[in-house]
């Protein structure tokens, strides 16, 4: 079992940096892959950015690639998400997620949720 906290989010102007931290209960917090999905107002939860067990090996959604960089310290139990370069369409709830196994980018893969941060971008 995992739990998962976020904290970070807040309101920050279009250009703007925030960054968005997870920290996780248990001792395992190694073993896990982990995750960052987003939704916004009256959309479907979207992908984000994930990372391997070790951070060896990062991932993207193409609307954040250059902009957000996913890392983690396992000594820790903490997930970052580093979002520089913020536009008014990344305005949305944030959530970190985990899994055993591989990295995957669909949400149904994950098990375990952190309750969300909100993160606001004015143009």
């Known amino acids: 079992q995992v739990q998962l906290v976020e904290s970070g989010g807040g309101l920050v102007q279009a250009g703007g940096s925030l960054r968005l931290s997870c920290a996780a209960s248990?001792?395992?917090?190694?073993?896990?892959?982990m995750a960052w999905f987003r939704r916004a107002p009256g959309k479907e939860r979207e992908f984000v950015a994930a990372?391997?067990?070790?951070?060896?090996?990062?991932y993207y959604d193409d609307s954040v690639k250059g902009r957000f960089t996913i890392s983690r310290d396992n000594a820790k139990n903490t997930v970052y998400l580093q979002m520089n370069s913020l536009k008014p369409e990344d305005t949305a709830v944030y959530y970190c997620?985990?899994?055993?196994?591989?990295?995957?980018?669909?949400?149904?893969?994950?098990?375990?949720w952190g309750q969300g941060t909100q993160v606001t971008v004015s143009s």
């Open positions: 997620a985990a899994k055993g196994g591989s990295v995957y980018r669909r949400a149904l893969e994950y098990d375990y």
């Open positions: 248990g001792r395992t917090f190694s073993r896990y892959a």
């Open positions: 990372l391997t067990q070790t951070g060896s090996s990062t």
